[in-house]
């Protein structure tokens, strides 16, 4: 999720509500919390990527004032990672 002209408060306000719709900016592995890049969030749904997309539209819609937010909203059954502990 890309925001266009979100102020600091805007961003924690938003992050505030991915945690509400189960969104986190972490992944757990081996007992690490790892954290993901800016932007990225995680969840585990039983819904399309169309439904997410539209929860965090609609989520992003007032954080975004200079253009609307770019959403990336994708399902899979295996990644791999190089990232850093949170």
Same mark, same amino acid.
């Given at each position: @999720?890309?925001?266009y002209?979100a102020e600091?408060d805007?961003?924690e306000?938003? *992050?505030?509500?991915?945690?509400?719709?189960k969104l &986190?900016? *972490?992944?757990s592995?081996q007992?690490k919390t790892?954290?993901?890049? =800016?932007?990225?969030?995680?969840?585990?749904?039983?819904?399309?990527a169309?439904d @997410?997309l539209v929860? @965090?539209?609609?989520a992003?819609?007032?954080?975004?004032? =200079?253009?609307e937010a770019s959403?990336?909203v994708?399902?899979?059954? =295996? &990644?791999? *990672?190089l990232l &850093?502990q949170?």
């Amino acid at each position: @999720v890309e925001l266009y002209g979100a102020e600091y408060d805007g961003y924690e306000r938003f *992050h505030e509500i991915m945690l509400e719709l189960k969104l &986190y900016r *972490h992944i757990s592995q081996q007992g690490k919390t790892l954290k993901l890049p =800016d932007g990225t969030y995680f969840g585990a749904f039983n819904a399309t990527a169309h439904d @997410v997309l539209v929860a @965090v539209r609609k989520a992003a819609k007032n954080f975004s004032p =200079d253009n609307e937010a770019s959403i990336f909203v994708c399902n899979f059954t =295996d &990644y791999d *990672h190089l990232l &850093y502990q949170a």
